[in-house]
């Protein structure tokens, strides 16, 4: 590799050859200079040298090698004149300086060291791929409720937290209005005077936490917490949840939509189920719904549930929408006190994410293929979409839809599949027929 990563395991290919550039057999040692292996019982039993015939170390022994910060590295024997040389992934490197390789080549007829090569190098190192995930301590919160989160940035390869201090922004973004830098600081745990140690005695890192305050009047719906790193260290990641108008429930409520996703135009359809605290269907019960897009609320809808406590409401979203933000909630009007449930509806506006999968990894020209796929918004939400399958651009006799129920929301997951026989030289292609107006 151009660059080795600190906690990863790295391969090198070595070539022995004569001056006719002809492959030789050649016994070999090698090692690291100016690093250790991470545990010092890694290194006793290994040789502080080690050749790619016996792998018998020599001159030194392995403690002192880690004293000295040399780390040996071994060698295997591929086929006549290549072979592999492996950097384990516990070697700590300092980041501060690049290490030395040195690699020794000898041919096996020849005892006398006086003709061995050694070859000698700087190793590259790159910073660490980083890994962060993002909680919070509720998925629902009432307005003017205390919002508290934490983060934790790990090194993808030894699962361990970063090293290095990092720089981390907090940003928070509500259903309607702009979005607002909640925090920023450093993964330098500290207490507001001093940082943190853990049990080895060392500053803990690669955590950030903080808390912060809705607003009385918070308007309800789906909101986004990010965390990124101020100098790119790694993806932002983000963590949704649900600001709700809520009360202590007596009722056990559901609201689940027909389907994973809707487009302009389209009918949203929504199976609400309420059942009384001991168990019993709330039957007969007044109930009114609302659909709220772009902060625009449709006329509502007033019905009563059946003998199960269900109840089917309809609405269709509007032809043209700016931000395709919806909002359903159904109002359950039980003795005089009424009970909200609110959902926001997954409206997809011009385009829509589509992963194909062949059974199997590949399509074989002639023979019958069956091709998974998956459909999700840019919101990375299922999607619910309809389509035809095109062949160098014209459309074919195949249709497909992803899998979905109108009773059991659970189905409804973006998935689906569809079969044809591939041709030999064709290009194969998906136009999106559902949601209508999709065009990426």
């Known amino acids: 590799p151009r660059y080795v990563q600190p906690g990863a395991a790295a391969e090198y290919y070595v070539r022995a050859f004569d001056l006719n550039e002809r492959p030789v057999d050649a016994q070999f040692t090698a090692h690291l200079e100016g690093v250790r292996l991470r545990h010092e019982n ?15 170390g020599r001159n030194e ?12 590295l071994r060698i295997e024997s591929l086929e006549k004149g290549r072979y592999k040389l492996t950097v384990p992934p516990n070697v700590e490197f300092d980041v501060s300086r690049a290490p030395t390789m040195a690699i020794s080549a000898r041919r096996p007829d020849k005892q006398d060291t006086r003709e061995q090569l050694t070859l000698r190098g700087n190793v590259s190192l790159t910073a660490p791929v980083l890994l962060t995930h993002l909680t919070t301590d509720k998925p629902m919160y009432q307005p003017g409720e205390v919002v508290r989160y934490r983060s934790l940035t790990l090194d993808r390869s030894t699962m361990i937290p970063a ?9 928070l973004t509500p259903p309607l209005g702009p979005q607002r830098v909640v925090a920023q600081g450093s993964t330098l745990l500290n207490d507001g005077k001093s940082t943190i140690n853990g049990p080895d005695g060392k500053p803990i890192r690669g955590i950030g936490a903080g ?11 789906e909101y986004t917490l990010s965390v990124s790193e101020d100098s790119g260290r790694f993806t932002p990641v983000v963590r949704r949840f649900i600001v709700n108008h809520y009360q202590k429930p007596r009722l056990d409520k559901k609201l689940d939509f027909n389907r994973s996703s809707y487009g302009p135009g389209e009918e949203v359809q929504a199976l609400a189920t309420a ?16 659909l709220s897009v772009d902060g625009t609320i449709l006329p509502p809808v007033k ?13 269709r979203l509007p032809q043209k929408m700016q931000r395709g933000l919806g909002s359903l909630s159904v109002l359950f009007q039980d003795a005089g006190t009424p009970e909200p449930i609110s959902r926001p509806v997954p409206i997809v506006l011009n385009d829509v994410a589509i992963e194909f999968f062949p059974e199997g990894g590949n399509l074989l020209a002639g023979l019958p293929a069956r091709v998974y796929f998956q459909a999700r918004t840019p919101a990375g939400k299922p999607a619910q979409v309809s389509g035809t399958l095109l062949e160098d651009g014209k459309p074919t006799d195949v249709k497909l839809t992803t899998l979905s129920d109108d009773v059991e929301a659970g189905v409804n997951q973006g998935l689906g599949l569809f079969a044809f026989t591939p041709r030999m030289g064709k290009s194969y292609a998906i136009r999106v027929d559902e949601p209508k107006g999709i065009t990426a």
Do not use: M, W
């Not at 709330?282 to 609302?290: D, F, G, N």
């Open 42 to 56: 890694d290194v006793e039993k290994k040789p502080a040298v080690a050749d790619s015939k016996s792998g018998v």
């Open 61 to 72: 022994t392995a403690k002192d090698a880690a004293k000295s910060n040399v780390v040996p």
């Open 163 to 171: 090293a290095d201090e990092l720089h981390l922004r907090y940003t």
């Open 211 to 221: 808390e912060f305050s809705l607003e009385a009047d918070a308007p309800g719906g």
């Open 275 to 290: 059942r009384r605290a001991d168990g019993g269907p709330l039957s007969h019960c007044p109930i009114e719904a609302t």
């Open 303 to 315: 019905t009563t549930t059946d003998e199960d406590g269900q109840v089917i409401v309809k609405f």
